[in-house]
Each structure stands twice: as structure tokens, then as C-alpha cells.
């Protein structure tokens, strides 16, 4: 059980350089969710998706793309790569259970280092 | 979600108590209370959660206010392995986000 499992876990990209970032969960978990984190700062929703798919917008979603083909991975695409794009990727998954008392949290990938120069 | 406010930073010695607090004073009904930790860099870590009562597991405990506006994470017994950001989240189990302030940067000193 590896649990959220990112690749790859550092890149540098040249600026208008496209990429993908890849996340895969083997919890069968139904929500998947992709962050970025700034140097000093929390977290920050870029996109999420609830079910194979699905997917849907969070705070910080401009500039970035999202799949979810398949219920176990969850895709993150930079089209044309800027350094504002600098930045520590995480991916986190999570249990669609409804009764409250089992919905243990979120469970996050290492993450993903990426340099846009 | 509610906003969460924490210390933005925090000392601790080896083998003591360690009390984080996090008012929340806004917060909701069916809003629980979450508490991750970051160590270096790493994803961040589920701690422990709650809704009214106290909650203690293998990591933590969380007290939490009668009036539930705010709440205090306990580690018993602190290690420098937990020298971490530590986030205190509240969120509605529907939500589909966790918003994560900036946290309190816990040093624990041998």
C-alpha cells in the first residue's frame, strides 16, 4: 500500500515548456485534489476532482489543467510553463465516506519541486 | 469554511507538553476541527480531528471548548521528530477543500 505516490518529484522547465504532473492513489479513493505551496505559505487548491471523470476548479486554478481518466490517478498539465509557476506541487486523495467519525482526512503525496527559469 | 488563527510560532523542550492553540471563533455546527503537520517540506500529515468532544489518539490530543471557538492540540511527550508547521483546519465533511492558513512553526529543543 503505497498510498499517493507523485512523479516526477523535482523538474526544471524552461518558460513556455509544457509539462504533466502525475498523482496515483491505491486507497480507492473517490476525491483527489492537487495544492501548490509557495515558499512561507500554506497550502493552495489549484483543482480537485470528486469521482473518475470529474473535475473542477479551486482557488488558484489558472494556468493549469486537469484529468482524471482513470479513478486512481489524477493528472495536473502546464501548458506554457511561467516562472510565477515556481512552485512545490502536492497531491492529496481522500475517502467519499459519509459517516464523519471515518473520514480521516486527506492523504498527501511528497510532493513535486518545479523551477520554471 | 471558518478562518483559523494560530501562533506563528512555538517552542517546546524534549519529553514536555506540547499546546498548540487555534481559535476559530466563527466557526460552525457541522464544521469539524482538523489538525495536520508539515515536517520539512513533506506533504502534510493527519494529525487528529473533532467535532465537540475531546479526542485522543496515538499522535495527539485535541481539547475542544465547550463553545467549540477554539481548541488546543496536545502532543504528551514531544521528540525532536516533531518539530513541524503544525495547521489547524476547519472544514464541513462535504467541503471539498482544505484551507490551510499559515500555521504555527513548532521547534522542539533538546
Known amino acids: 500500500n503505497a498510498g499517493v505516490t507523485q512523479t516526477p518529484k523535482f523538474r526544471v522547465l524552461k518558460t513556455g515548456q509544457s509539462m504533466t504532473l502525475l498523482c496515483a492513489q491505491d486507497?480507492?479513493?473517490?476525491?483527489m485534489y492537487w495544492y501548490r505551496q509557495d515558499p512561507g505559505m500554506g497550502l493552495r487548491l489549484i483543482h480537485y476532482?470528486?469521482?473518475?471523470?470529474?473535475?473542477a476548479k479551486g482557488e488558484v486554478p489558472d494556468g493549469y489543467n486537469v484529468s482524471r481518466l482513470k479513478k486512481q490517478n489524477f493528472l495536473l498539465g502546464l501548458e506554457s510553463a511561467a516562472p510565477s509557476q515556481t512552485s512545490v506541487y502536492f497531491c492529496?486523495?481522500?475517502?467519499?465516506?459519509?459517516?464523519?467519525?471515518?473520514?480521516?482526512?486527506?492523504?498527501f503525496g511528497s510532493g513535486t519541486r518545479l523551477t520554471v527559469v | 469554511d471558518a478562518k483559523t488563527t494560530q501562533p506563528p510560532s512555538m517552542d517546546c523542550a524534549e519529553g514536555r507538553a506540547a499546546n498548540l492553540p487555534c481559535n476559530h471563533s466563527?466557526?460552525?455546527?457541522?464544521?469539524?476541527v482538523y489538525w495536520y503537520r508539515q515536517i520539512h517540506s513533506q506533504g502534510p500529515q493527519y494529525i487528529i480531528h473533532?467535532?465537540?468532544n475531546n479526542e485522543t489518539n496515538e499522535m495527539a490530543s485535541l481539547i475542544i471548548t465547550e463553545d467549540r471557538k477554539s481548541s488546543t492540540l496536545i502532543l504528551p511527550h514531544a521528540t525532536l521528530r516533531d518539530t513541524a508547521v503544525y495547521y489547524c483546519?476547519?472544514?464541513?465533511?462535504?467541503?471539498?477543500?482544505?484551507?490551510f492558513g499559515t500555521g504555527t512553526r513548532l521547534t522542539v529543543i533538546p
Open positions: 492529496a486523495s481522500r475517502t467519499d465516506s459519509q459517516i464523519p467519525i471515518r473520514n480521516y482526512g486527506y492523504t
Open positions: 486507497m480507492n479513493h473517490e476525491y
Open positions: 476532482s470528486v469521482g473518475e471523470g470529474t473535475t
Open positions: 466563527t466557526i460552525s455546527g457541522n464544521e469539524y
Open positions: 473533532g467535532l465537540k
Open positions: 483546519i476547519v472544514r464541513d465533511t462535504g467541503a471539498n477543500n482544505l484551507f
